[in-house]
């Protein structure tokens, strides 16, 4: 069973004293922005303990010191491929004991691997790049851990759609990650035209022989003026990466062969906002409401979800309640203003 190397007590050490070397442990002595004292990297916590450990995405300086010693401590690493890992740990002079954990096996050895970790092992979770579980295995190492009760550890580091996110210059208060496009066209397109009334941010993956159609695919369900975002090669010597309409990005794209290739986040800002302010439902209601003076509640309430891509069930319902109001009311409710 291991215990800590000198390495990861420095580690430990640092980041505790980082910004105050007199801190020490005791918290009370905390600057207010320095990370509290680490109980996943204390000496006790290492075994029997899982550790998902982000590793760079490209470029070997984004490896965090911490996740350095722990890859350096663990009694073993679980790696979507160990040929990759391997090549990672001899550029930092580490040895460690490998074993393979992808898509085609993960269900079957997962069970195993926390086991030996409820007997006392200490267990490292690595994929080829970035963050573990984040379009990568290790969804059934994890469940199995915490349906075990066995510690889990985050040992976080780059990502690539973190990466983009924060560099994109599109709104980041709320976005939804929706994995890698599907890989032919209708499939992705029937995808895409989920995003059409999306408020929020999306962020896919995607391949470098797939970004081409799929940035058409975008353009013709979304329409060529929805603000995009592609990042290409991030953290790379080749790194770019260009905000604008998706109508210029595709033609930007297209037109450099280089941008075909390596590796791709696409950020696609959310659908616009009506200019009153209002959020999709309250227009959704107005629309309702001036065909519910013409036609009957459950055509209006199709009409209305047709162009707004609100709920019919819930249009449908507003409008039986709208309905049994006097004329004279919805008229003076249409006239103020939408809560
Ligand atoms: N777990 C990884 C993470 O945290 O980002 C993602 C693994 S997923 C199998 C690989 C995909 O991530 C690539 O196809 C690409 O879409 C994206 N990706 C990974 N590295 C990237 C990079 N350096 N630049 C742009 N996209 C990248």
């Known amino acids: 069973m291991s215990r800590l190397t000198p390495d990861l007590?420095?580690?430990?050490?640092?980041?505790?004293?980082?910004?105050?070397?007199?801190?020490g442990d005791?918290?009370?002595?905390?600057?207010?922005?320095?990370?509290?004292?680490?109980?996943?990297?204390?000496?006790?916590?290492l075994s029997g303990a899982l550790y998902v450990v982000a590793t760079p995405i490209g470029n070997l300086g984004d490896l965090s010191p911490r996740a350095r010693a722990v890859l350096a401590s663990v009694d073993r690493i679980a790696a979507e491929d160990t040929r990759t890992t391997g090549v990672l740990l001899s550029h930092f002079g580490l040895r460690r004991p490998l074993v393979a954990l992808h898509e085609h096996n993960e269900d079957r050895i997962a069970e195993q691997l926390i086991a030996a970790v409820v007997a006392g092992e200490s267990l490292a979770l690595v994929s080829d790049a970035g963050t573990p579980l984040v379009s990568d295995p290790g969804y059934a190492l994890v469940r199995a851990a915490r349906e075990r009760g066995v510690?889990?550890?985050?040992?976080?580091?780059?990502?690539?759609?973190?990466?983009?996110?924060?560099?994109?210059?599109?709104?980041?208060?709320?976005?939804v990650f929706a994995g890698f496009?599907?890989?032919?066209?209708?499939?992705?397109?029937?995808?895409?035209?989920?995003?059409?009334?999306?408020?929020?941010?999306?962020?896919?993956?995607e391949s470098s022989h797939?970004?081409?159609?799929?940035?058409a695919d975008l353009v013709a369900v979304l329409g060529g003026d929805r603000r995009i975002c592609l990042a290409r090669e991030l953290t790379k010597r080749f790194e770019e990466s260009l905000t604008a309409t998706a109508a210029e990005v595709l033609a930007w794209q297209a037109a450099d062969a280089h941008r075909s290739l390596g590796e791709f986040v696409l950020v696609i800002g959310g659908a616009p906002v009506a200019s009153d302010d209002a959020p999709g439902q309250v227009n959704a209601e107005r629309v309702l409401r001036l065909l519910l003076a013409e036609l009957a509640p459950s055509r209006a309430a199709r009409l209305a979800a047709a162009i707004t891509g609100a709920s019919r069930k819930a249009l449908y319902e507003i409008a039986l309640r709208e309905s049994a109001l006097p004329q004279s009311e919805i008229e003076?409710?249409?006239?103020?203003s939408p809560t």
């Open 181 to 205: 496009l599907p890989p032919k066209s209708t499939a992705r397109r029937a995808r895409l035209q989920e995003f059409l009334h999306e408020p929020r941010t999306v962020v896919v993956y």
């Open 26 to 45: 005791d918290p009370q002595k905390m600057p207010h922005d320095a990370p509290a004292a680490d109980h996943a990297v204390s000496p006790s916590a």
């Open 210 to 215: 797939r970004i081409g159609d799929s940035l």
């Open 151 to 175: 510690p889990v550890h985050a040992v976080p580091g780059p990502s690539a759609l973190i990466a983009a996110i924060s560099i994109c210059g599109l709104p980041t208060d709320r976005f």
């Open 332 to 336: 003076n409710d249409d006239n103020s």
């Open 9 to 23: 007590q420095v580690a430990a050490g640092s980041l505790v004293n980082g910004t105050d070397s007199s801190a």
